[in-house]
């Protein structure tokens, strides 16, 4: 049974910084993608940010040279570093798994938690 638990979150002034971490437990292997998303109230969900297994990253466009993905492939937890945050990045982050078995892919999420910038 996959697990993923956020935590990291809260205020923080815009300038600031702050590390989310996420904490996967049941993953039938190691060789998944990971990845952080956000939503604000009334917004869609935005992708932040995802890495592969190898730590190959990739960015959104609003984050792109203030936030930092990493992972600890060998606890299986992912990161979030967000720096210099600004009151848009104000919102609720996932963090999420995707994996493939056979044919099948698989997505989890965990509950979230809320980032607020002031």
């Known amino acids: 049974h996959v697990q993923l638990v956020e935590s990291g979150g809260g205020s923080v002034q815009a300038g600031g910084s702050l590390r989310l971490s996420c904490a996967a437990s049941g993953l039938p292997y190691s060789d998944v993608h990971m990845g952080w998303f956000r939503q604000a109230p009334g917004q869609k969900r935005e992708r932040v940010a995802d890495i592969d297994s190898g730590g190959k990253t990739s960015y959104g466009v609003s984050v792109l040279g203030r936030f930092t993905i990493s992972r600890a492939n060998a606890d299986n937890t992912l990161y979030l570093q967000l720096n210099s945050p600004k009151t848009d990045d104000t919102a609720m982050y996932y963090c999420?798994?995707?994996?493939?078995?056979?044919?099948?892919?698989?997505?989890?999420w965990g509950q979230g938690t809320q980032v607020t910038v002031s």
């Open positions: 999420a798994v995707n994996y493939y078995s056979g044919s099948w892919c698989f997505v989890y």
